[in-house]
């Protein structure tokens, strides 16, 4: 499968962003999704999983209550919705798939595919 990441830019503190990936090739709905981070000199870190399905998600702390993962099976298209943004947050943001079986997992080696990244700025 094929993912395409877009929708970063720069935003204030405070705004919001909705991420989108789009995925091709084999069924998306074949796989568990996640999306991830990677801050300038710092190791890419797990933000938020949802299930095939979109039954079931799982954030990073650091996002609880802030973003929202969502995805949408008739448009092979996985979101993630980023509201109330800070600094911290500023980072390229990869979206990744995981072939479904088991739970879904927040650990990166476990994802089979990965989009490009888009980058996100978040300014104080």
């Known amino acids: 499968v094929q993912l395409q990441a877009s929708g970063g830019g720069l935003v204030q503190a405070g705004g919001s962003l909705r991420l989108s990936c789009a995925a091709s090739g084999r069924a998306f709905s074949a796989y568990d999704m996640g999306w991830f981070r990677q801050a300038p000199g710092k190791e890419r870190e797990f933000v938020a999983a949802i299930s095939w399905s979109g039954g079931t998600t799982y954030y990073a702390d650091s996002v609880k209550g802030r973003f929202t993962i969502s995805r949408d099976n008739a448009k092979n298209t996985v979101y993630l919705q980023m509201n109330n943004l800070k600094p911290e947050d500023t980072a390229v943001y990869y979206c990744?798939?995981?072939?479904?079986?088991?739970?879904?997992?927040?650990?990166?080696?476990?994802?089979?595919?990965w989009g490009q990244g888009t980058l996100v700025t978040v300014s104080s």
């Open positions: 990744a798939a995981h072939l479904r079986g088991g739970a879904i997992t927040p650990r990166e080696q476990e994802y089979h595919y």
